[in-house]
């Protein structure tokens, strides 16, 4: 097996997308999602779909509509023919028609006043039940409701009460299933466009996260960092995160901590189908740690790297999810190195879509699938190392398309494949594309950031 060692080497640049990709599907598209719903809601033998959005779940109606709730919830009642009625909030009714579908017709569009922020009006508005009625939900009704989490028994819904009470009363507890797994399978594999859009939003955390580790210096402020992100206004996949100083709680949000030489530090940038985090010390060398954690490159960060180069040779499609899993589980004992978490999950417009990557798993990789290396140790002295960013797996199809559409992408992410191979010694295969101009690369002392890990 490979072993890792410490290399210096300057952080390669490979160039951004002269401007953002256009990322909205067409009004045909859009159809051929309805389609591909409606033929899963066949042969699952349900007569409507019900999917549930708010500010934080919304993929599954990004995907079927285009449209994201903003502030609010939304509901979307699909049936096996007619028109789909997409039900939203007060303040949603003027932003709605940004869903191409909506824009034109294909799907119709009421206010739901329920669906409205707490205590605005609420007049005005049809009851739930009478619209469920007018889609024909009824006993005879099998209902597959959506929110985004797939829960067993399948009568268990991930659906505020207030709409799952209407929907279990119009069709009967037991003909109200939930079906967020239907939109999982769908969504896993990113069309072209996506793919496009999520390339640039992973550039824009991947360059964000190089200015901010560059930044680092002892009595630097957590928010005079993250401004080096220079966020612009893409929509976030989840909060920015920063932890350095005395904030010592994972997740954590910048709350003005100053680094601290010989300190832990965290960084995780994230948007719309792209999360890049890091972590290491703040130090330049060994010398800098607690005296108990000296040994962290050769006990932690080195072991976890060469598991991510078995995660990496792993990572093929075709590939069974359950092989990503041994490639790191075998490699990194729990009670040392404590993943408690998949050893990588899917990312798409959600930060977590779905991970096939658990124990036994048989599930398949595919083309078009988007993968976050997201491999989380912890330990209670050496604390961390990170290597989070997002691989595109593709196959010779859609590289093709790729090439045809954007070549500027494709030639970026074959660049950044070379370099993952030839300086970084990770095995990535010729049908995995990385997605941003950082991955691979995790320097773990932080005030030397050239010195990186590498497989000899």
Not at 44 to 57: C, K, P, S
Not at 61 to 66: N, S
Not at 274 to 294: H, I, K, M, Y
Request: charged share 25%.
């Amino acid at each position: 097996m490979a072993k890792a060692r410490l290399i210096e080497t300057e952080w390669p640049e490979f160039g951004v997308a002269a401007e953002p990709p256009g990322w909205r599907v067409s009004r045909d598209e859009y159809a051929r999602r309805l389609s591909r719903l409606r033929a899963r809601m066949a042969g699952e033998r349900l007569t409507h779909f019900a999917v549930y959005g708010d500010r934080e779940h919304f993929a599954n109606l990004q995907w079927l509509t285009g449209f994201d709730p903003r502030f609010e919830e939304a509901l979307l009642i699909v049936d096996l023919g007619g028109k789909p009625l997409l039900l939203a909030g007060n303040e949603c009714m003027n932003y709605a028609p940004a869903s191409p579908p909506v824009e034109a017709g294909d799907i119709l569009l009421e206010r739901h006043p329920e669906l409205s922020l707490p205590d605005q009006p609420r007049a005005g508005g049809r009851m739930l039940a009478e619209i469920l009625k007018e889609c024909g939900i009824d006993a005879h009704s099998r209902v597959g409701a959506a929110g985004w989490k797939p829960l067993a028994p399948p009568h268990r819904l991930d659906l505020p009460a207030f709409l799952a009470d209407e929907l279990r009363f119009a069709a009967g507890y037991e003909n109200v299933i939930n079906a967020a797994r239907i939109l999982i399978e769908l969504r896993q594999e990113a069309a072209p466009q996506e793919t496009a859009f999520f390339e640039w939003t992973q550039t824009l955390a991947g360059e964000g996260m190089r200015r901010v580790l560059r930044s680092i210096r002892p009595g630097a402020m957590d928010y005079e960092l993250l401004a080096e992100t220079r966020y612009n206004g893409v929509p976030l996949g989840c909060h920015m995160t920063l932890k350095c100083g005395d904030n010592r709680a994972s997740l954590a949000s910048a709350r003005g901590e100053r680094v601290a030489r010989g300190g832990r530090f965290s960084c995780g940038i994230c948007y719309w189908g792209a999360n890049c985090c890091r972590c290491g010390w703040v130090a330049e060398s060994a010398a800098d740690l607690p005296e108990a954690a000296r040994a962290y490159v050769e006990e932690f960060a080195a072991p976890y790297f060469e598991a991510m180069g078995a995660w990496f040779e792993a990572l093929r499609i075709g590939a069974a999810g359950g092989d990503l899993f041994r490639a790191v589980q075998e490699r990194l004992p729990l009670e040392k190195f404590g993943v408690l978490l998949n050893p990588g999950h899917l990312i798409h417009f959600d930060e977590w879509l779905s991970a096939p990557c658990y124990e036994g798993s048989a599930e398949r990789l595919a083309s078009g699938m988007v993968m976050q290396a997201d491999v989380i140790p912890s330990h209670p002295v050496f604390y961390s190392s990170r290597m989070e960013d997002g691989y595109l797996l593709a196959d010779s199809s859609l590289q093709a398309e790729l090439r045809r559409l954007h070549p500027d992408l494709m030639a970026r992410c074959l660049r950044r494949r070379d370099f993952l191979r030839g300086a970084l010694g990770l095995a990535v295969g010729d049908d995995v594309l990385p997605l941003g101009n950082f991955c691979g690369i995790v320097p773990p002392f932080l005030l030397r950031p050239q010195t990186v890990l590498a497989l000899s």
